[in-house]
């Protein structure tokens, strides 16, 4: 994959946390999750994805998640998922700090399954969710079919895109394929001992919340997403934050019907309404006190102590 070291470098020397499009070296958002930012070089002509995840102390961390990603990456190949191709990009900054990029081929922003159900019938959206509950199908057999290793994935609307997308006249069929984007924080465990260092996932949070965040939701947070059915209700659970809670019902009845008939062997009880909404509800909660932390946290540090703040934080999401 052809990336351009001095170009992301040259990018670290002006980043501009708080507006990242405003920088010396311009890029254009294609997306933000929880953590990270994706964006392009739009000096670069490769057409690649840069997620820049801002975590790493020391390269012990580096070789283990790079380890840890391209294996989570080959699983979820072998389980039989389409993945873009991918890469890693990393170096010390002109501070002598870590920057860590996950970098894979671009897919069309209007491919991407949270704006997708914004364009197509109800009929075609729910033939997406049942396609989606097909992949996830493949990753949860693996896991069983492998008794050391235990795959999860998390199964966000908005990490999946239709392959062959445009938005002039496009259906969605039985045949449509998928492209899953985000395996940037590799989850899965060999012996149940997780790959990836977990903790590595509250670096973002602020130091002196770090152990809080840490007791109260850590378990939780990265644990469900090993358990198909708790993926099954993030999923529907998405359909209130992209503002479609009208489809909710008539998912959940979707995906009863497939647990029910296409997946059997895995004894997954029924999901009811009550507890998306419920799901929904403190989830949105942990996300909104982390996201209002880390803003505070980035108050403190830039206004008052005068240092640079390494995240991106992505604006007040609506929920
Ligand atoms: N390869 C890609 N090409 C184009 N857009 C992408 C790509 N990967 C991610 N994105 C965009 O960025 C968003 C967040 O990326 P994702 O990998 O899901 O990271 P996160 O872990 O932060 O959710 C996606 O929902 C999508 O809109
Ligand atoms: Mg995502």
Known sequence: MKINLDLLKKLER???????????????????????????????????????????????????????YNNYNEILANAGLLLPDYDIAWFRDHRNKIQFY??????????????????????????????????????????????NIDVGLDG?????????????????????????????????????????????????????LRWLLKALFLEETVGRYYDWRKVAIDLIANFFKEQRPELIPSLIRLINKFFAEEATEFQI??????????????DKNIWVIFQ????????????????TYDFYLPEKIKR
């Open 269 to 282: 009880m029924p999901i009811t309404v009550e507890e998306v909404q419920k799901y929904y509800d403190s």
């Open 156 to 208: 966000q609307i908005s990490n999946f895109a239709v392959k062959g997308y445009n938005s002039n006249n496009y259906h969605i069929t039985p045949e449509t394929k998928l492209i899953y984007l985000d395996t940037s924080t590799p989850m899965f465990r060999i012996k149940g001992k997780e790959a990836m260092e977990a903790v590595l996932f509250l670096k973002s949070a602020p130091s002196f």
């Open 102 to 147: 996950c970098v894979q081929e671009q897919v069309a922003a209007e491919s991407v399954g949270n704006k997708i159900i914004h364009e197509i019938p109800i009929e075609e959206i729910h033939l997406l969710v049942l396609l989606i509950l097909r992949e996830m199908k493949k990753v949860w057999t693996y896991s069983r079919k492998h008794k």
């Open 14 to 68: 002006s980043i501009n946390t708080i507006n990242p499009e405003k920088g010396k070296v311009p890029i254009r958002i294609l997306g933000f999750g929880e953590i990270s930012l994706v964006f392009e070089l739009l000096e670069d002509p490769n057409h690649l994805a840069y997620k820049r995840i801002p975590i790493f102390d020391n390269e012990l961390q580096v070789k283990r998640h790079i380890w840890a």
């Open 292 to 307: 209002s932390v880390r803003r505070f946290d980035r108050t403190l540090k830039t206004k008052i102590f005068k240092k």
